[in-house]
């Protein structure tokens, strides 16, 4: 099956300090891919879709300014938190579709999380 | 606007019993595809079974089976001969044919009893 991975697993920073997650799609080319966050006991909320080439389209209540999106390739997203503050602590997730490649294209591969603890 | 509930937050089940989580949903659209995903302590989100919604055929996966009700809008979820790494959130998910976002549901928490 398609397989995404997520680095860093873990990581733990100073309050004002930015992070780069990065997400990539192993063993298939992903024209898109989502990134969530999830609070604990909770559902996946869906902050933002990744798309190859252009923008990233952030839903309503994320900052774009705060959770810098870049999508430079097919099998490459990365999240940025910038200057990240102890609400930023979380548990973020990436996804991503086989859109091109022969998978089951409505299904989403989720990457193994990153979790974020600012300090 | 389309919703996905899942009115059981925590369920529990003796291991090789048989349990059944519910999903429901709400859209205007006939063609769309729904699934069940798990979420271990790992966090790790696993894809555990799909359906399409044009297929009147309920899916199967092993000892992991779906009663999919397209009138009554309901998903729900069988897993039977229930085992210890069971244990987990289980979310259901819905898109539509033309869409690109996922909706969750808000999660059940299953615990497999020894």
């Known amino acids: 099956g398609a397989v995404v991975s997520q680095h860093p697993s873990w990581v733990i920073c100073k309050s004002g300090t930015s992070v780069k997650i990065e997400c990539r799609s192993l063993d298939f080319q992903a024209t898109t891919m989502f990134w969530y966050r999830q609070f604990p006991k909770q559902s996946l909320m869906l902050m933002a879709t990744s798309n190859e080439g252009s923008k990233a389209t952030y839903e309503q209540g994320v900052e774009k300014d705060k959770f810098l999106i870049n999508h430079a390739s097919l099998t490459l997203s990365t999240l940025t938190v910038t200057s990240a503050h102890p609400e930023d602590s979380s548990f973020y997730i990436c996804s991503a579709r086989d859109l091109i490649g022969t998978g089951v294209q409505e299904t989403q591969y989720f990457g193994p999380g990153t979790r974020l603890l600012v300090l | 606007a389309q919703t996905v509930t899942q009115s059981q937050p925590e369920m529990s089940v003796q291991e090789a019993e048989t349990v059944t989580l519910s999903c429901t949903y709400d859209?205007?659209?006939?063609?769309?595809?729904l699934f069940w995903y798990k979420q271990p302590p790992s966090r790790q989100m696993i894809l555990v079974i799909r359906q399409e919604a044009y297929k009147q055929q309920n899916a199967t996966e092993n000892r992991f089976s779906v009663n999919f009700q397209k009138a009554a809008k309901s998903f729900s979820l069988k897993i039977s001969d229930s085992q210890l790494g069971d244990t987990a959130m289980y979310f259901c998910?819905?898109?539509?044919?033309?869409?690109?976002?996922?909706?969750f549901g808000t999660g059940t928490s299953l615990t497999v009893i020894p």
């Open positions: 859209t205007s659209e006939s063609n769309y595809y």
């Open positions: 998910a819905f898109i539509e044919n033309t869409g690109n976002q996922f909706y």
